[in-house]
Protein backbone atom coordinates (compact mmCIF):
# COMPACT_ATOMS: atom_id res chain seq x y z
CA UNK A 1 0.00 0.00 0.00
CA UNK A 2 3.06 2.04 0.59
CA UNK A 3 4.25 1.61 -2.60
CA UNK A 4 0.45 3.06 -3.88
CA UNK A 5 0.92 6.24 -2.20
CA UNK A 6 4.64 6.77 -3.21
CA UNK A 7 2.91 6.17 -6.99
CA UNK A 8 0.19 8.54 -6.68
CA UNK A 9 2.17 11.13 -4.89
CA UNK A 10 4.90 10.68 -7.99
CA UNK A 11 1.85 11.31 -10.27
CA UNK A 12 0.87 14.34 -8.23
CA UNK A 13 3.95 16.06 -8.78
CA UNK A 14 4.63 14.88 -12.88
CA UNK A 15 1.24 16.25 -12.88
CA UNK A 16 2.57 19.77 -10.83
CA UNK A 17 5.32 20.35 -13.00
CA UNK A 18 2.98 19.63 -16.41
CA UNK A 19 1.26 22.47 -14.80
CA UNK A 20 4.43 25.04 -15.16
CA UNK A 21 4.15 25.32 -19.06
CA UNK A 22 3.59 29.00 -19.88
CA UNK A 23 2.48 31.06 -23.24
CA UNK A 24 5.22 33.45 -25.04
CA UNK A 25 4.44 36.85 -25.12
CA UNK A 26 3.86 36.96 -28.38
CA UNK A 27 2.34 33.67 -29.10
CA UNK A 28 5.47 33.10 -31.71
CA UNK A 29 4.55 35.75 -33.78
CA UNK A 30 8.09 37.27 -33.58
CA UNK A 31 9.64 33.85 -35.52
CA UNK A 32 6.57 33.83 -37.87
CA UNK A 33 7.21 37.88 -38.35
CA UNK A 34 11.27 37.68 -38.86
CA UNK A 35 10.89 34.94 -41.75
CA UNK A 36 8.11 37.46 -43.20
CA UNK A 37 10.44 40.73 -43.31
CA UNK A 38 13.35 38.00 -44.45
CA UNK A 39 12.12 36.70 -47.52
CA UNK A 40 9.55 40.28 -48.50
CA UNK A 41 12.90 42.75 -47.36
CA UNK A 42 9.13 44.83 -45.18
CA UNK A 43 8.40 44.53 -41.48
CA UNK A 44 5.24 42.90 -40.60
CA UNK A 45 4.47 44.51 -37.34
CA UNK A 46 5.36 47.83 -35.25
CA UNK A 47 7.53 47.32 -31.98
CA UNK A 48 7.26 43.51 -32.82
CA UNK A 49 4.15 42.88 -31.62
CA UNK A 50 0.26 42.73 -32.86
CA UNK A 51 -1.64 45.39 -32.14
CA UNK A 52 -3.75 44.53 -29.07
CA UNK A 53 -5.00 48.08 -27.50
CA UNK A 54 -5.70 51.95 -28.70
CA UNK A 55 -2.09 52.83 -28.29
CA UNK A 56 -0.77 50.49 -30.81
CA UNK A 57 -3.62 50.97 -33.01
CA UNK A 58 -2.09 54.18 -32.97
CA UNK A 59 1.35 53.42 -33.70
CA UNK A 60 0.14 51.68 -36.69
CA UNK A 61 -2.08 54.05 -37.79
CA UNK A 62 1.38 56.60 -37.47
CA UNK A 63 3.63 54.53 -39.30
CA UNK A 64 0.98 54.03 -42.47
CA UNK A 65 0.15 57.66 -42.62
CA UNK A 66 3.84 58.42 -43.27
CA UNK A 67 4.12 55.79 -45.93
CA UNK A 68 0.88 57.24 -47.45
CA UNK A 69 2.37 61.05 -47.41
CA UNK A 70 4.41 60.27 -50.74
CA UNK A 71 3.59 58.53 -53.65
CA UNK A 72 3.40 55.00 -52.48
CA UNK A 73 5.96 52.77 -54.35
CA UNK A 74 5.49 49.12 -54.30
CA UNK A 75 8.00 48.40 -51.45
CA UNK A 76 6.04 50.52 -49.42
CA UNK A 77 2.68 49.12 -50.62
CA UNK A 78 4.01 45.28 -49.08
CA UNK A 79 4.60 46.86 -45.90
CA UNK A 80 1.04 48.70 -45.34
CA UNK A 81 -0.57 45.44 -46.28
CA UNK A 82 1.67 43.18 -44.22
CA UNK A 83 0.82 45.62 -41.40
CA UNK A 84 -2.62 46.40 -41.99
CA UNK A 85 -4.46 44.10 -44.14
CA UNK A 86 -7.07 42.85 -41.95
CA UNK A 87 -7.31 38.71 -43.16
CA UNK A 88 -3.90 38.85 -42.68
CA UNK A 89 -4.09 39.82 -38.81
CA UNK A 90 -6.80 37.12 -38.33
CA UNK A 91 -4.05 34.70 -40.18
CA UNK A 92 -1.64 36.04 -37.31
CA UNK A 93 -3.45 35.16 -34.32
CA UNK A 94 -3.90 31.33 -35.70
CA UNK A 95 -0.36 31.50 -34.00
CA UNK A 96 -2.09 32.08 -30.75
CA UNK A 97 -4.25 29.15 -30.87
CA UNK A 98 -1.89 26.55 -32.12
CA UNK A 99 0.68 27.92 -29.18
CA UNK A 100 -2.22 27.58 -26.89
CA UNK A 101 -2.91 24.30 -27.83
CA UNK A 102 1.33 23.03 -27.91
CA UNK A 103 1.06 24.44 -23.89
CA UNK A 104 -2.13 22.29 -23.07
CA UNK A 105 -0.58 19.33 -24.52
CA UNK A 106 2.34 19.97 -22.17
CA UNK A 107 -0.37 19.86 -19.12
CA UNK A 108 -1.26 16.66 -17.74
CA UNK A 109 -5.12 16.45 -17.09
CA UNK A 110 -5.98 17.14 -13.43
CA UNK A 111 -7.07 14.45 -10.90
CA UNK A 112 -10.36 14.00 -10.44
CA UNK A 113 -11.40 13.90 -6.54
CA UNK A 114 -14.43 12.13 -5.51
CA UNK A 115 -16.21 12.59 -2.11
CA UNK A 116 -18.68 10.24 -0.62
CA UNK A 117 -20.72 10.85 2.78
CA UNK A 118 -23.65 8.62 3.83
CA UNK A 119 -24.82 8.16 6.97
CA UNK A 120 -27.57 5.60 8.53
CA UNK A 121 -28.33 3.55 11.33
CA UNK A 122 -26.36 5.68 13.75
CA UNK A 123 -22.80 5.10 11.05
CA UNK A 124 -21.28 7.87 9.00
CA UNK A 125 -20.27 6.60 5.81
CA UNK A 126 -17.21 8.58 3.87
CA UNK A 127 -15.61 7.53 0.58
CA UNK A 128 -12.52 9.65 -1.27
CA UNK A 129 -11.09 8.51 -4.23
CA UNK A 130 -8.65 10.49 -6.10
CA UNK A 131 -8.04 9.36 -9.85
CA UNK A 132 -5.48 10.05 -12.31
CA UNK A 133 -5.65 9.21 -16.24
CA UNK A 134 -2.80 7.05 -16.77
CA UNK A 135 -3.01 7.20 -20.55
CA UNK A 136 -2.13 10.83 -20.03
CA UNK A 137 0.66 10.34 -18.48
CA UNK A 138 2.02 7.89 -20.66
CA UNK A 139 1.10 9.42 -23.68
CA UNK A 140 1.90 13.01 -22.95
CA UNK A 141 5.28 13.38 -24.00
CA UNK A 142 4.04 12.11 -27.87
CA UNK A 143 1.16 14.40 -27.44
CA UNK A 144 3.47 17.54 -26.89
CA UNK A 145 5.54 16.19 -29.96
CA UNK A 146 2.40 15.98 -31.59
CA UNK A 147 1.77 19.51 -30.99
CA UNK A 148 5.39 20.91 -31.26
CA UNK A 149 5.12 19.61 -35.11
CA UNK A 150 2.16 21.56 -35.25
CA UNK A 151 2.88 24.36 -34.08
CA UNK A 152 6.27 24.69 -36.31
CA UNK A 153 2.95 24.21 -39.03
CA UNK A 154 1.35 26.60 -38.42
CA UNK A 155 4.20 29.47 -38.22
CA UNK A 156 5.16 27.96 -41.61
CA UNK A 157 1.76 28.07 -43.03
CA UNK A 158 1.36 32.02 -41.15
CA UNK A 159 4.72 33.11 -42.57
CA UNK A 160 3.27 31.66 -46.24
CA UNK A 161 0.01 33.73 -46.14
CA UNK A 162 1.76 36.97 -45.40
CA UNK A 163 4.58 36.25 -48.41
CA UNK A 164 1.08 35.50 -50.22
CA UNK A 165 -0.75 38.66 -49.36
CA UNK A 166 3.21 40.13 -49.99
CA UNK A 167 2.83 38.98 -53.67
CA UNK A 168 -0.64 39.52 -54.18
CA UNK A 169 0.29 43.15 -53.14
CA UNK A 170 3.05 43.90 -55.55
CA UNK A 171 1.18 42.37 -58.26
CA UNK A 172 -2.19 44.73 -57.53
CA UNK A 173 0.21 47.74 -57.30
CA UNK A 174 2.13 46.78 -60.84
CA UNK A 175 -1.42 46.66 -61.97
CA UNK A 176 -2.72 50.08 -60.43
CA UNK A 177 -0.01 51.52 -61.84
CA UNK A 178 0.10 50.34 -65.61
CA UNK A 179 -3.76 50.80 -65.49
CA UNK A 180 -3.54 54.54 -64.43
CA UNK A 181 -0.60 55.23 -66.69
CA UNK A 182 -2.72 53.85 -69.82
CA UNK A 183 -5.80 55.73 -68.69
CA UNK A 184 -3.83 58.74 -68.85
CA UNK A 185 -2.19 58.46 -72.36
CA UNK A 186 -5.64 57.21 -73.82
CA UNK A 187 -6.63 60.78 -72.51
CA UNK A 188 -3.72 61.85 -74.71
CA UNK A 189 -4.60 59.67 -77.72
CA UNK A 190 -8.31 60.91 -76.84
CA UNK A 191 -7.38 64.47 -77.20
CA UNK A 192 -5.32 64.29 -80.69
CA UNK A 193 -8.02 61.86 -82.17
CA UNK A 194 -10.30 65.11 -81.40
CA UNK A 195 -8.23 67.91 -83.13
CA UNK A 196 -7.96 65.26 -86.14
CA UNK A 197 -11.58 64.52 -86.27
CA UNK A 198 -12.05 68.69 -85.82
CA UNK A 199 -9.69 69.10 -88.68
CA UNK A 200 -10.68 66.32 -90.94
CA UNK A 201 -14.34 67.96 -90.75
CA UNK A 202 -13.15 71.73 -91.55
CA UNK A 203 -11.28 70.22 -94.70
CA UNK A 204 -14.55 68.16 -95.81
CA UNK A 205 -16.06 71.17 -95.55
CA UNK A 206 -13.23 73.00 -97.79
CA UNK A 207 -13.64 70.24 -100.53
CA UNK A 208 -10.45 68.89 -99.51
CA UNK A 209 -11.01 65.61 -97.88
CA UNK A 210 -14.04 62.72 -98.96
CA UNK A 211 -16.88 61.67 -96.88
CA UNK A 212 -14.93 58.83 -96.57
CA UNK A 213 -11.81 60.36 -94.76
CA UNK A 214 -13.60 62.31 -92.52
CA UNK A 215 -15.68 59.26 -91.76
CA UNK A 216 -12.53 57.58 -91.02
CA UNK A 217 -11.43 60.05 -88.86
CA UNK A 218 -14.10 60.74 -86.57
CA UNK A 219 -14.85 56.98 -85.80
CA UNK A 220 -11.47 56.86 -84.51
CA UNK A 221 -11.75 59.43 -82.41
CA UNK A 222 -15.66 57.85 -81.47
CA UNK A 223 -13.17 54.92 -80.50
CA UNK A 224 -10.59 57.20 -78.28
CA UNK A 225 -13.26 57.83 -76.54
CA UNK A 226 -14.72 54.62 -75.70
CA UNK A 227 -11.12 53.95 -74.84
CA UNK A 228 -10.72 56.31 -72.05
CA UNK A 229 -13.93 55.25 -70.44
CA UNK A 230 -12.34 51.58 -70.20
CA UNK A 231 -9.16 52.83 -69.19
CA UNK A 232 -10.71 54.96 -66.81
CA UNK A 233 -12.86 52.22 -65.07
CA UNK A 234 -9.67 49.56 -65.49
CA UNK A 235 -7.63 52.34 -63.39
CA UNK A 236 -10.59 52.25 -60.52
CA UNK A 237 -10.96 48.84 -60.65
CA UNK A 238 -7.12 48.14 -60.24
CA UNK A 239 -6.48 50.75 -57.54
CA UNK A 240 -9.28 49.81 -55.15
CA UNK A 241 -8.21 46.18 -55.81
CA UNK A 242 -4.72 47.34 -54.03
CA UNK A 243 -6.77 49.14 -51.54
CA UNK A 244 -8.35 46.37 -50.58
CA UNK A 245 -4.90 44.39 -49.78
CA UNK A 246 -3.90 47.59 -48.42
CA UNK A 247 -6.81 47.35 -45.31
CA UNK A 248 -7.74 51.19 -45.92
CA UNK A 249 -10.58 52.49 -45.87
CA UNK A 250 -12.00 56.18 -45.63
CA UNK A 251 -10.30 59.29 -46.82
CA UNK A 252 -7.11 57.12 -46.75
CA UNK A 253 -8.60 54.73 -49.35
CA UNK A 254 -9.35 58.10 -51.72
CA UNK A 255 -6.37 59.76 -50.68
CA UNK A 256 -3.43 58.16 -50.95
CA UNK A 257 -1.04 57.95 -54.44
CA UNK A 258 0.78 56.13 -57.11
CA UNK A 259 3.77 57.34 -58.92
CA UNK A 260 2.78 57.90 -62.83
CA UNK A 261 4.54 55.52 -64.31
CA UNK A 262 6.06 51.88 -63.68
CA UNK A 263 9.86 51.97 -63.35
CA UNK A 264 11.70 51.35 -66.11
CA UNK A 265 13.55 48.25 -67.74
CA UNK A 266 16.10 46.69 -65.88
CA UNK A 267 19.49 46.43 -68.07
CA UNK A 268 19.57 42.67 -67.93
CA UNK A 269 17.19 39.90 -66.44
CA UNK A 270 17.60 37.48 -63.44
CA UNK A 271 19.84 34.42 -63.99
CA UNK A 272 18.37 32.04 -62.07
CA UNK A 273 20.05 28.41 -61.92
CA UNK A 274 17.89 25.63 -60.94
CA UNK A 275 14.78 27.01 -60.39
CA UNK A 276 13.14 23.77 -59.53
CA UNK A 277 15.16 22.97 -56.92
CA UNK A 278 15.02 26.39 -55.34
CA UNK A 279 11.05 26.01 -54.91
CA UNK A 280 11.19 22.95 -53.35
CA UNK A 281 13.58 23.66 -50.90
CA UNK A 282 12.85 27.40 -50.01
CA UNK A 283 9.24 27.76 -50.68
CA UNK A 284 6.69 27.96 -47.13
CA UNK A 285 4.06 25.81 -47.95
CA UNK A 286 6.44 22.88 -49.07
CA UNK A 287 8.41 23.11 -45.51
CA UNK A 288 4.53 23.01 -43.89
CA UNK A 289 3.27 20.25 -45.96
CA UNK A 290 6.45 18.14 -44.92
CA UNK A 291 6.08 18.72 -41.15
CA UNK A 292 2.24 18.08 -41.91
CA UNK A 293 3.47 14.50 -43.22
CA UNK A 294 6.01 13.97 -40.34
CA UNK A 295 2.87 15.02 -37.94
CA UNK A 296 0.82 12.47 -39.00
CA UNK A 297 3.11 9.62 -39.06
CA UNK A 298 3.35 10.48 -35.20
CA UNK A 299 -0.65 10.48 -34.90
CA UNK A 300 -0.19 6.71 -36.33
CA UNK A 301 1.94 6.12 -33.80
CA UNK A 302 -0.26 7.48 -30.97
CA UNK A 303 -2.94 5.76 -32.43
CA UNK A 304 -0.96 2.36 -32.26
CA UNK A 305 0.42 3.00 -28.93
CA UNK A 306 -3.27 2.96 -27.46
CA UNK A 307 -5.35 1.39 -29.60
CA UNK A 308 -5.95 -1.35 -26.66
CA UNK A 309 -6.34 1.02 -24.16
CA UNK A 310 -8.61 3.78 -24.72
CA UNK A 311 -9.77 4.80 -20.94
CA UNK A 312 -6.99 4.09 -18.32
CA UNK A 313 -7.54 5.61 -14.84
CA UNK A 314 -5.68 5.26 -11.11
CA UNK A 315 -7.33 6.08 -8.08
CA UNK A 316 -6.21 5.87 -4.33
CA UNK A 317 -9.26 5.08 -1.97
CA UNK A 318 -9.87 5.25 1.43
CA UNK A 319 -13.20 5.05 2.97
CA UNK A 320 -14.75 5.46 5.99
CA UNK A 321 -17.20 3.33 7.43
CA UNK A 322 -18.35 4.16 11.24
CA UNK A 323 -15.23 3.61 13.36
CA UNK A 324 -13.82 1.44 10.83
CA UNK A 325 -11.54 2.57 8.01
CA UNK A 326 -10.59 1.06 5.12
CA UNK A 327 -7.83 1.98 2.16
CA UNK A 328 -7.39 0.71 -1.31
CA UNK A 329 -6.83 1.70 -4.55
CA UNK A 330 -9.33 0.87 -8.02
CA UNK A 331 -8.01 0.37 -11.57
CA UNK A 332 -10.53 1.05 -14.44
CA UNK A 333 -9.66 -0.72 -17.72
CA UNK A 334 -12.07 -0.31 -21.04
CA UNK A 335 -12.02 -4.21 -22.09
CA UNK A 336 -11.54 -4.24 -25.70
CA UNK A 337 -14.31 -7.02 -26.13
CA UNK A 338 -16.01 -5.26 -28.86
CA UNK A 339 -13.95 -2.50 -30.45
CA UNK A 340 -9.81 -3.67 -30.39
CA UNK A 341 -8.79 -0.34 -32.29
CA UNK A 342 -8.37 -1.78 -35.49
CA UNK A 343 -10.75 0.92 -37.40
CA UNK A 344 -8.93 3.73 -35.33
CA UNK A 345 -5.67 2.25 -36.67
CA UNK A 346 -6.66 1.61 -40.70
CA UNK A 347 -7.58 5.31 -40.56
CA UNK A 348 -4.47 6.75 -39.31
CA UNK A 349 -2.49 4.87 -42.07
CA UNK A 350 -4.89 5.98 -44.74
CA UNK A 351 -5.01 9.83 -43.51
CA UNK A 352 -0.98 8.73 -43.60
CA UNK A 353 -0.75 7.59 -47.19
CA UNK A 354 -3.18 10.81 -47.86
CA UNK A 355 -0.48 13.55 -46.49
CA UNK A 356 2.56 11.70 -48.24
CA UNK A 357 1.06 11.78 -51.77
CA UNK A 358 -0.53 15.36 -51.15
CA UNK A 359 3.37 15.85 -50.21
CA UNK A 360 4.44 14.66 -53.71
CA UNK A 361 1.82 16.68 -55.62
CA UNK A 362 2.63 19.76 -53.51
CA UNK A 363 6.60 19.93 -54.54
CA UNK A 364 5.37 18.42 -57.66
CA UNK A 365 2.98 21.17 -58.68
CA UNK A 366 6.02 24.02 -57.02
CA UNK A 367 8.60 22.82 -59.65
CA UNK A 368 6.50 22.71 -62.46
CA UNK A 369 5.08 26.81 -61.35
CA UNK A 370 9.14 27.60 -60.60
CA UNK A 371 9.54 26.35 -64.54
CA UNK A 372 6.74 28.34 -65.80
CA UNK A 373 6.91 31.36 -63.90
CA UNK A 374 10.69 31.68 -64.81
CA UNK A 375 10.06 31.05 -68.35
CA UNK A 376 7.42 33.49 -68.27
CA UNK A 377 9.61 36.01 -66.41
CA UNK A 378 12.48 35.78 -68.93
CA UNK A 379 9.82 35.86 -72.53
CA UNK A 380 8.00 39.28 -70.54
CA UNK A 381 11.62 40.76 -69.87
CA UNK A 382 12.75 39.59 -74.06
CA UNK A 383 9.08 41.15 -75.31
CA UNK A 384 9.90 44.20 -73.21
CA UNK A 385 13.30 44.54 -74.27
CA UNK A 386 11.98 44.12 -77.67
CA UNK A 387 9.84 46.92 -77.38
CA UNK A 388 12.08 49.20 -75.67
CA UNK A 389 14.90 48.94 -78.35
CA UNK A 390 13.23 48.30 -81.74
CA UNK A 391 9.78 49.08 -81.77
CA UNK A 392 9.80 52.41 -80.00
CA UNK A 393 12.91 53.66 -81.88
CA UNK A 394 11.44 52.39 -85.09
CA UNK A 395 8.17 53.93 -84.54
CA UNK A 396 9.89 57.78 -83.43
CA UNK A 397 11.92 57.04 -86.70
CA UNK A 398 9.26 56.74 -88.94
CA UNK A 399 7.26 59.60 -86.97
CA UNK A 400 10.18 62.37 -87.42
CA UNK A 401 10.50 61.14 -91.51
CA UNK A 402 6.53 61.40 -91.73
CA UNK A 403 6.84 64.71 -90.30
CA UNK A 404 9.23 65.95 -92.27
CA UNK A 405 7.65 64.66 -95.29
CA UNK A 406 5.08 66.37 -94.45
CA UNK A 407 6.41 69.92 -94.05
CA UNK A 408 7.80 69.22 -97.39
CA UNK A 409 4.25 68.58 -98.68
CA UNK A 410 5.29 65.01 -100.04
CA UNK A 411 2.79 63.26 -97.74
CA UNK A 412 -0.86 63.67 -96.76
CA UNK A 413 -2.49 64.68 -93.54
CA UNK A 414 -4.20 61.73 -93.62
CA UNK A 415 -0.81 59.58 -93.81
CA UNK A 416 0.33 62.04 -90.86
CA UNK A 417 -2.58 61.00 -88.49
CA UNK A 418 -2.53 57.48 -89.44
CA UNK A 419 1.28 57.73 -88.33
CA UNK A 420 0.11 58.88 -85.49
CA UNK A 421 -2.54 56.09 -84.29
CA UNK A 422 0.11 53.41 -85.57
CA UNK A 423 2.57 55.34 -82.79
CA UNK A 424 -0.32 55.11 -79.96
CA UNK A 425 -0.55 51.89 -80.77
CA UNK A 426 3.01 50.94 -79.96
CA UNK A 427 3.47 53.27 -76.93
CA UNK A 428 0.15 51.43 -75.50
CA UNK A 429 1.81 48.15 -76.12
CA UNK A 430 5.49 48.97 -74.53
CA UNK A 431 3.38 50.11 -71.30
CA UNK A 432 1.52 46.71 -71.07
CA UNK A 433 4.41 44.58 -71.92
CA UNK A 434 6.39 46.42 -68.81
CA UNK A 435 3.41 45.62 -66.58
CA UNK A 436 3.37 41.61 -67.77
CA UNK A 437 7.15 41.80 -66.76
CA UNK A 438 6.71 43.41 -63.22
CA UNK A 439 4.10 41.11 -62.64
CA UNK A 440 5.92 37.78 -64.06
CA UNK A 441 8.87 38.99 -61.64
CA UNK A 442 6.20 39.27 -58.85
CA UNK A 443 4.71 35.92 -59.78
CA UNK A 444 8.17 34.04 -59.84
CA UNK A 445 9.42 35.62 -56.37
CA UNK A 446 6.13 33.68 -55.12
CA UNK A 447 7.19 30.48 -57.31
CA UNK A 448 10.17 30.40 -55.30
CA UNK A 449 8.91 31.87 -51.98
CA UNK A 450 11.05 35.16 -51.76
CA UNK A 451 12.42 38.12 -53.29
CA UNK A 452 14.82 37.48 -55.80
CA UNK A 453 18.44 38.69 -55.09
CA UNK A 454 17.97 42.71 -55.61
CA UNK A 455 20.55 45.13 -58.04
CA UNK A 456 20.11 48.27 -57.17
CA UNK A 457 17.76 50.24 -58.82
CA UNK A 458 15.47 47.38 -60.63
CA UNK A 459 12.96 46.63 -58.37
CA UNK A 460 9.98 48.59 -58.77
Same mark, same amino acid.
Given at each position: ????????????????????????????????????????????????????????????????????????????????????????????????????????????????????????? #? &??????? *???? @??? /??? %? !????????????????????????????????????????????????????????????????????????????????????????????????????????????? #? &??????? *???? @??? /??? %? !????????????????????????????????????????????????????????????????????????????????????????????????????????????????????????????????????????????????????????????????????????????????????????????????
Amino acid at each position: MTSLYKLVGGVSLLALLGGCASLSGDGGFGAAASVSEQRTGAPASVAGRLPRNEDDARALAAVIGKKLQQPLSADDAVQVALLNNRALQATYWSLGVAEADLVQAGRLQNPVLDFKRSHGG #G &EVGIERT *LTFN @LVG /LIT %A !PMASRIEGRRFEQTKLLVSSEALKVAADTRRAWVDAVAAMQIADYSKQVEASAQASAELSERMRKAGNWSALDMAREQAYHAQTVADVTHGQKAAVAAREKLTRLLGLS #G &EQATSYR *LPDH @LPD /LPA %A !PRELADVEQAAVDERLDIQAARLDTEQTASTLGLTRTTRFINVLDLGAVRNTDGPAATRGYELTLEIPLFDWGSARVARAEATYMQSVNQLAQAAMQARSEARESYADYRASYDLARHYRDRVLPLRKQISEQTLLRYNGMLMSVFELLADAREQATAVSGYIGALRDYWTAQANLEAALGGRLPTNKGVQP
